[in-house]
């Protein structure tokens, strides 16, 4: 590959990397074309993108980001696909469920997830229990609002009791 395509392959890595908040490395080579091919529509159905990329040029993108990407370096052995996603566990759990059809590939090398870095295939089902941030907001107004339902819900219980004995009141007299 000439110098120039280097530059202009690295300049594409950098930018795909500025567009998505979570990177997952893992290890692909082993997957024939029929398991590869499914695993592309499988990202491709849950909104995740598979690049395959070289560690250096790879390495040289994530330089020239903003983005710490540090920690990710020792993963980046072998041959290397990238799983972008800007939900924190898409990648992890379309991985965990490819493993289980098939029997050990692909394998988790490394994920940045929320300026995190995870190492190793040990942690596929922790980043496969992360909740989204979507998903935590969510959770947050859900707590905020139940104890707002809970005293409305009580003000007007409380009012129709009220009501209740001031009618039964008026009425005695």
Known sequence: MRK????????????????????????????????????????????????????????????QSDVDYSGLYPAMKGATSMLLSNTGNAPAKLLKSFIKKDDKLPVLKAAFVEETVYMGADQLDFLASLKSKNELIADVVALLQSPAKNVISALQSGGNKLHGILETLSNKE
């Open 4 to 63: 120039e395509d280097k530059y202009t392959v690295v300049e594409n890595i950098a930018n795909i990397l500025k567009e998505y908040s979570c990177v997952y490395l893992a290890e692909t080579a082993g997957l024939n074309a029929e398991k590869t091919s499914e695993l592309r529509r499988a990202c491709s159905s849950a909104d995740v993108k598979l690049v395959v990329v070289k560690n250096t040029l790879l390495k040289k993108a994530m330089d």
